[in-house]
């Protein structure tokens, strides 16, 4: 975690970590969520062990990759969200684009919770970490 908080300050990790643990307490039935480089280091993380984070971090960014690289092909625009729905889980990831550089959060939940009301919570999230990495103070 020292690379990530040289990069981004270690400041604005605490901020993100508190807004994803936020999101995580407040949003029912999520069993875990990262938010990572693009290239797959965990900047925060909420109800993860450090080996769980790790993996989940590096499969954020090569499914960043990959998703970028189809949305592109397809229409040519970036893709800002990857939804993945099993028979037990949802898990989705979201891309936050910033001034500066990207970031993407994953987040796995159980397949009860309404979709409508994960979308709208994590999108808030995303917003908030983006106010926080576009913020130069």
């Given at each position: 975690m020292l690379l990530v908080e040289k990069f981004f300050g270690v400041n604005k990790v605490h901020k993100i970590n508190s807004v994803l643990q936020n999101f995580v307490e407040n949003t029912q039935q999520i069993n875990s969520a990262v938010i990572s480089t693009t290239d797959g280091f965990c900047i925060a993380s909420s109800k993860v062990?450090?080996?769980?984070?790790?993996?989940?971090?590096?499969?954020?960014?090569?499914?960043?990759?990959?998703?970028?690289?189809?949305?592109h092909e397809i229409s040519g625009d970036d893709c800002d969200m990857l939804i993945l729905e099993s028979n037990l889980k949802k898990i989705i990831w979201c891309t936050i684009q910033t001034k500066t550089t990207t970031v993407v959060m994953t987040f796995i939940s159980e397949d009860k919770k309404l979709l409508g009301e994960l979308l709208f919570s994590a999108k808030q999230c995303c917003k908030l970490i983006q106010n926080i990495l576009n913020d130069d103070n």
């Open positions: 062990n450090d080996i769980s984070q790790e993996k989940l971090s590096a499969m954020s960014g090569s499914i960043h990759s990959l998703a970028k690289s189809i949305s």
